[in-house]
């Protein structure tokens, strides 16, 4: 059998090709590129789909979370110096969207079933400092998001949630994005609703927020919806992070067939769960009350690098995410004698298996029937 991809992003985006030549012409006759009509709509549109009340597209994700933190400071809720709670098994961005804005990340271990921060743990880790929990959807699967909604309310921290995986999840039957203070969005071209460059987007429900939010995207400017309106008044400090009319436009097309690739990614998965039968691989564990978004098959096994190894000579491309903790990364040199043993033996077991809704049911009998033969 021929190489099986983990992702087929350019095989996906074919279908796009066509409309997105002809909104680029449109865009350019414009001469509006950024936060013109189309990004008004794709927010109109995500915001619509998500169940919440208002949506702030952005650059990416990790300025989405940055954001968020900069609003809640503007409007009182935190300060320099204050304490986040964050999963210490997350990638990178999420520390950053905290970093970034002069707060303090607290590594909260995660559930070793479904990789999200533990709500036992977050109780623990609770302390005067502490003023905002920041819950990473990790995979694809939505954190205990209501249960953590209570502490929070308990103890006035602030909720901001890392969805840049989980965008068409639901929990409880509730859409992701219409849940927290601010849910943050990745678009990046490999996620499930990807754009052909780097997007992003916050959803609220919380109206003077959304309108900081608004704001500080645009360099702290006072909004304007025509260019005619435009008066250079900055009320805020804020930071270059908008949305292209050109990302808009794929990201609106795309909504449209979102629901049906969410549909093949489950199938997949269902497929994977179903038939894979080999007691050397624990399989991805999901809550009965969660609809998963499948962003990544994630399966732990204790011979994980002889696995893959195995796989990939079976032609069978996979990925590790992530290969090295937060607490273990150069960047953060000030956390790397800490240690997160659960987080840690996470990171040595977790393999991501192929779930792009290009794959041919041929290669995904391949997967299984080559797990099942290691």
Not at 12 to 24: A, D, G, L, M, P
Not at 63 to 77: E, N, Q, R
Not at 109 to 134: H, V, Y
């Amino acid at each position: 059998m021929k190489k099986v991809n983990f992702y087929n992003i350019s095989k996906i985006n074919r279908k796009y090709e066509k409309n997105f030549i002809k909104n680029f012409r449109i865009i350019n006759k414009k001469g509006r590129y950024l936060l013109g009509d189309y990004v008004k709509n794709f927010e109109k549109k995500f915001s619509n789909y998500c169940q919440s009340k208002y949506c702030v597209a952005v650059g990416n994700c990790v300025d989405a979370i940055k954001l968020s933190f900069m609003a809640f400071k503007i409007l009182g809720d935190l300060k320099n110096g204050d304490e986040v709670l964050v999963p210490a098994n997350t990638y990178i961005a999420s520390i950053l969207g905290i970093t970034l804005t002069n707060l303090k990340p607290v590594f909260v271990e995660p559930d070793s079933r479904t990789f999200n921060i533990s709500t036992q743990n977050i109780l623990k880790a609770i302390n005067k400092k502490t003023k905002a929990i920041l819950v990473v959807d990790l995979y694809g699967h939505p954190a205990d998001l209501f249960e953590i909604k209570k502490i929070a309310k308990k103890k006035n921290l602030k909720l901001i949630e890392d969805a840049a995986q989980s965008c068409g999840a639901k929990i409880n039957n509730k859409m992701i994005g219409s849940i927290c203070d601010t849910t943050c969005f990745s678009f990046f071209p490999g996620k499930n609703l990807g754009a052909f460059g780097d997007a992003g987007a916050i959803t609220t429900n919380n109206k003077k927020l959304y309108n900081i939010l608004k704001s500080l995207r645009n360099y702290g400017e006072d909004v304007f919806d025509n260019l005619k309106d435009r008066k250079y008044k900055n009320t805020y400090k804020g930071v270059n992070s908008r949305m292209d009319e050109i990302q808009a436009s794929i990201l609106i097309d795309k909504l449209k067939d979102y629901s049906k690739h969410q549909k093949i990614r489950k199938n997949i998965a269902n497929f994977y769960l179903k038939n894979i039968k080999n007691p050397k691989i624990t399989m991805p564990h999901h809550n009965k009350n969660i609809e998963h978004a499948w962003h990544l098959f994630v399966i732990k096994c204790k011979l994980r690098n002889k696995l893959r190894k195995f796989l990939n000579k079976n032609n069978i491309q996979t990925m590790i995410h992530y290969p090295l903790p937060p607490h273990k990364q150069s960047a953060f040199k000030e956390f790397n004698k800490r240690s997160f043993k659960i987080t840690e033996k996470i990171y040595k077991e977790i393999l991501s298996l192929p779930i792009f809704p290009t794959l041919k049911k041929s290669e995904i009998m391949h997967v299984v029937k080559t797990i099942n033969n290691f």
